[in-house]
């Protein structure tokens, strides 16, 4: 038996068979460079979804493995009892780059514990108990974050969490109202959000939460206006604003540090992860001082936090600050979406495509005209990019969504490299 064959044979006997990897014969991955993998057969892959858009300045990005390497030689766990130099510096770090007065962080290990702790101090902040999220949305695996998403595949349980409503999505591609859809869709996009309010709460949201650009659900961006209008909505009724930038964070939009941002709303706690330490196990919500000081209970978190961990964050905020990735993320993202818009003039089957900076989605549909979703087919073009040493993601309700998120390091010539892998993906099932 080869090490691949073992490593599959060991997936399938000792891991949850739930965790599904993808590819109808997975890949066993060893070893990665900057926006380069290679799998235990040694063949070299050009990776452009980056760990789910976590490797964000790059596989074994040099200056990261350095800094965790010397705290691992130091000190490598104290828990949040004790005052550490690496946590109280990546929060330093955070506060400067965050929008507004966003200045406390609460450091957890991941984005559904953020998000789960986010959800909490707007509870124990506004002292209610009801929750607005949008349908599409994806916030997380756990009890509570698994009954925020609005995928249904990603949700495990048919028992829900009291106190949470879903509202419409902001979804301009199949926006109800107007083709194409633009600025004035909002308001009505927006008035689902008062209506929820009022004929399934109580009237006393504690909080709306959203992803700035939605990721799992197919990398969908709302109509401009939609952010600010639905701030100040929840507000109007005594609640807060929650942005979940978990996968939209730290550049990936270009031309901010954060999603929100081209909205121009302050949010009221922001929640991060993935790229925020480029694979190490991170997740944060910032907030307000005033907002921050609300939580009176005894409160800890034995991994969150991590010397290590925070090293990791530190220097990858490092590297993001000296690259400049918003600039970095607008001016290659530009050129991917160039790119992937020709290929969307050439095959009736690429509806649409759509997102910002360095986080783009391709909806792939039957035809143009009836927008019907094509899982079948993004499921083949997946499997095509790999045959051409392209690794991409896959999302959307359907399945049906083509997600890219590489490396905010990488270069133009990587980026040209990849639409060439990618057009010949396509062609391939073009010509099946």
Same mark, same amino acid.
């Given at each position: 038996?080869? %090490?691949?064959?073992?490593?599959?044979?060991?997936?399938?006997?000792?891991?949850?068979?739930?965790?599904?990897?993808?590819?109808?014969?997975?890949?066993?991955?060893?070893?990665?460079?900057?926006?380069?993998?290679?799998?235990?057969?040694?063949?070299?892959?050009?990776?452009?979804?980056?760990?789910?858009?976590?490797?964000?300045?790059? #596989?074994?990005?040099?200056?990261?493995?350095?800094?965790? /390497?010397?705290?691992?030689?130091?000190?490598? #766990?104290?828990?949040?009892?004790? @005052?550490?130099?690496?946590? @109280?510096?990546?929060?330093?770090?955070?506060?400067?780059?965050?929008?507004?007065?966003?200045?406390?962080?609460?450091? =957890? +290990?991941? /984005?559904?514990?953020?998000?789960?702790?986010?959800?909490?101090?707007?509870?124990? %902040?506004?002292?209610?108990?009801?929750?607005?999220?949008?349908?599409?949305?994806?916030?997380?695996?756990?009890?509570?974050?698994?009954?925020?998403?609005?995928?249904?595949?990603?949700?495990?349980?048919?028992?829900?969490?009291?106190?949470?409503?879903?509202?419409?999505?902001?979804?301009?591609?199949?926006?109800?109202?107007?083709?194409?859809?633009?600025?004035?869709?909002?308001?009505?996009?927006?008035?689902?959000?008062?209506?929820?309010?009022?004929?399934?709460?109580?009237?006393?949201?504690?909080?709306?939460?959203?992803?700035?650009?939605?990721?799992?659900?197919?990398?969908? @961006?709302?109509?401009?206006?939609?952010?600010?209008?639905?701030?100040?909505?929840?507000?109007?009724?005594?609640?807060?604003?929650?942005?979940?930038?978990?996968?939209?964070?730290?550049?990936?939009?270009?031309? #901010?540090?954060?999603?929100?941002? #081209?909205?121009?709303?302050?949010?009221?706690?922001?929640?991060?992860?993935?790229?925020?330490? +480029?694979?190490?196990?991170?997740?944060?919500?910032?907030?307000?001082?005033?907002?921050?000081?609300?939580?009176?209970?005894? =409160?800890?978190?034995?991994?969150?936090?991590?010397?290590?961990?925070?090293?990791?964050?530190?220097?990858?905020?490092?590297?993001?600050?000296?690259? +400049?990735?918003?600039?970095?993320?607008?001016?290659?993202?530009?050129?991917?979406?160039?790119?992937?818009?020709?290929?969307?003039?050439?095959?009736?089957?690429? /509806?649409?495509?759509?997102?910002?900076?360095?986080?783009? /989605?391709?909806?792939?549909?039957?035809?143009?005209?009836?927008?019907?979703?094509?899982?079948?087919?993004?499921?083949?073009?997946?499997?095509?990019?790999?045959?051409?040493?392209?690794?991409?993601?896959?999302?959307?309700?359907?399945?049906? @969504?083509?997600?890219?998120?590489?490396?905010?390091?990488?270069?133009?010539?990587?980026?040209?490299?990849?639409?060439?892998?990618?057009?010949?993906?396509? %062609?391939?099932?073009?010509?099946?």
């Amino acid at each position: 038996m080869s %090490h691949g064959q073992d490593a599959l044979s060991g997936q399938n006997e000792f891991i949850f068979p739930a965790v599904k990897p993808l590819y109808d014969k997975p890949l066993v991955l060893t070893e990665g460079q900057g926006v380069r993998v290679r799998d235990i057969d040694g063949r070299e892959y050009l990776d452009l979804f980056a760990g789910i858009l976590t490797t964000s300045v790059g #596989h074994c990005n040099p200056k990261v493995i350095a800094r965790m /390497g010397e705290q691992l030689g130091r000190l490598g #766990h104290t828990s949040t009892l004790y @005052v550490t130099k690496p946590q @109280v510096e990546a929060a330093r770090q955070l506060a400067s780059i965050a929008p507004g007065e966003l200045s406390q962080t609460f450091f =957890t +290990n991941s /984005g559904t514990e953020a998000i789960e702790s986010a959800i909490q101090m707007a509870f124990v %902040h506004t002292g209610r108990s009801e929750v607005i999220c949008l349908r599409q949305s994806y916030h997380g695996r756990s009890f509570m974050t698994s009954n925020l998403t609005g995928v249904g595949s990603w949700r495990p349980l048919a028992t829900s969490f009291p106190g949470i409503k879903h509202v419409q999505t902001p979804y301009p591609y199949r926006c109800p109202y107007k083709q194409p859809c633009d600025d004035s869709c909002v308001e009505k996009f927006t008035r689902d959000i008062e209506d929820v309010i009022l004929t399934t709460t109580n009237g006393k949201p504690a909080a709306f939460i959203a992803e700035s650009v939605m990721g799992v659900g197919g990398y969908i @961006v709302p109509p401009k206006g939609y952010f600010e209008r639905a701030a100040e909505i929840i507000r109007s009724y005594g609640g807060l604003f929650i942005s979940d930038e978990v996968q939209s964070g730290f550049g990936r939009s270009g031309d #901010h540090w954060f999603g929100i941002e #081209h909205s121009g709303v302050e949010p009221d706690i922001m929640v991060m992860a993935k790229g925020i330490a +480029n694979g190490a196990p991170v997740g944060a919500m910032i907030t307000r001082p005033e907002i921050a000081e609300s939580w009176k209970a005894k =409160t800890i978190s034995t991994f969150g936090g991590n010397p290590i961990s925070m090293a990791a964050a530190s220097a990858t905020l490092e590297v993001m600050i000296e690259e +400049n990735v918003p600039q970095r993320a607008a001016e290659r993202g530009g050129q991917l979406l160039e790119g992937l818009q020709k290929f969307q003039d050439q095959f009736d089957w690429i /509806g649409d495509v759509r997102g910002r900076g360095l986080m783009l /989605g391709l909806e792939l549909v039957e035809n143009k005209e009836e927008k019907i979703p094509f899982p079948a087919r993004a499921k083949a073009l997946l499997e095509s990019c790999k045959e051409e040493g392209l690794l991409v993601g896959i999302g959307g309700m359907n399945g049906h @969504v083509i997600r890219l998120g590489p490396s905010l390091l990488i270069t133009a010539s990587e980026i040209e490299e990849g639409l060439e892998r990618f057009g010949r993906a396509c %062609h391939k099932l073009e010509n099946r």
